[in-house]
């Protein structure tokens, strides 16, 4: 029985363009206890694998979280199926603005501890006394409010490519970094504001909006399915776009554009650009924004260094990563000095 990604990324990608179907890019998460996370895992990815499903899925004692690429014409097998586990059944299913059929290549579903890493004990706070959700309208009318704090619970290659206006953006590489960093900075209006708060999808907030509760918050609201679901209701809705830039999301596409605006810059010449890339150089795969000049010119890497290496013939090129830790990750987000215009920390 197969339990794990067969084939090559490379080989999906040929098979995508092959059958020449629409797919749809999607995300969903859900806090609840699962008795056995591998038993869970291994029970999801027989029943994905058959219907094609890719994508990316962590599972856990907490619950489940994943971002899957879905033939739409399987979309409502699929749907079925989730229909039928009883903690899954009409879960929020957040659908990608932007369709791309090669948004993810493998379908990995993996264990762990927890489904988003934020580094606190569970067992200290009540998880479930959660903040108030809001819809798109009542979020527009919440943070035009002088008693509100509006907080991105992101990333800052996240929010440096887009973020709703006025909005404190937090300049951490992990989530966990962010919670204690707003917390201090916000300690002295924890009874006379509002503390708004916003993510992707909205499954940082589920957990911060706990936490903030417990460290004395009075009164905690978060942006309910976070930007995805917000961009959908603006559209749907007619409501005013109070988010600026793209929407940074975890697949290959790298961002959805929410409005026109370019807020963020190319990091190696500096002009207007939010087009997150990964070094071409294997070893590296530093996660970057570049332009298309600064692409063709760096023949897609971060460092006149990295752009060296690629030229080597890929035997050299494997000799030279011998012993060096794997750091081929699509979105490892190391800083580098060698970047002159990137955020720095």
Excluded at 154 to 175: C, L, M, Q
Excluded at 180 to 186: F, G, N, R, S
Aim: glycine share 4%; proline share 2%.
């Amino acid at each position: 029985m197969q339990l794990y990604n067969k084939l090559s990324a490379k080989e999906r990608a040929a098979l995508i363009d092959e059958a020449g179907e629409d797919r749809l890019t999607l995300s969903f998460y859900q806090y609840a206890k699962i008795g056995n996370p591998h038993l869970f895992r291994d029970h999801l990815f027989i029943a994905w694998d058959s219907m094609s499903v890719l994508g990316r899925i962590y599972v856990a004692h907490e619950g489940i979280n994943a971002q899957l690429s879905v033939p739409a014409k399987n979309f409502e097998a699929f749907k079925s199926f989730l229909d039928n586990i009883n903690f899954l059944k009409d879960v929020r299913l957040n659908i990608a603005i932007e369709q791309d059929a090669k948004s993810f290549l493998k379908l990995k579903v993996k264990v762990r501890d927890k489904i988003v890493a934020d580094g606190l004990n569970d067992d200290t706070f009540d998880v479930t006394n959660k903040g108030i959700h809001v819809d798109a309208q009542t979020f527009n009318e919440l943070i035009e409010s002088d008693d509100v704090v509006l907080v991105d619970m992101r990333n800052h290659y996240e929010s440096e490519i887009g973020h709703f206006k006025n909005a404190i953006t937090p300049d951490v590489d992990t989530f966990r970094d962010s919670l204690d960093l707003i917390e201090e900075d916000l300690k002295d209006h924890k009874e006379d504001k509002k503390l708004v708060m916003y993510c992707t999808g909205g499954i940082r907030c589920e957990k911060a909006s706990a936490y903030y509760k417990h460290k004395g918050f009075k009164q905690v609201y978060q942006l309910e399915g976070g930007i995805i679901e917000y961009a959908r209701q603006v559209e749907q809705l007619k409501l005013e776009n109070k988010f600026k830039g793209k929407n940074f999301v975890f697949d290959h596409r790298r961002g959805e554009r929410i409005s026109d605006d370019v807020i963020s810059n190319c990091h190696q010449c500096g002009k207007p650009c939010d087009t997150h890339v990964n070094c071409a150089n294997e070893a590296c795969h530093l996660l970057f924004i570049q332009c298309e000049e600064c692409s063709d010119a760096m023949s897609l890497t971060c460092s006149d260094e990295c752009k060296e290496i690629i030229a080597l013939p890929y035997e050299e090129q494997k000799e030279l990563r011998k012993g060096i830790p794997n750091s081929n990750k699509i979105f490892k987000k190391g800083r580098s000095e060698k970047l002159k215009f990137q955020r720095k920390a």
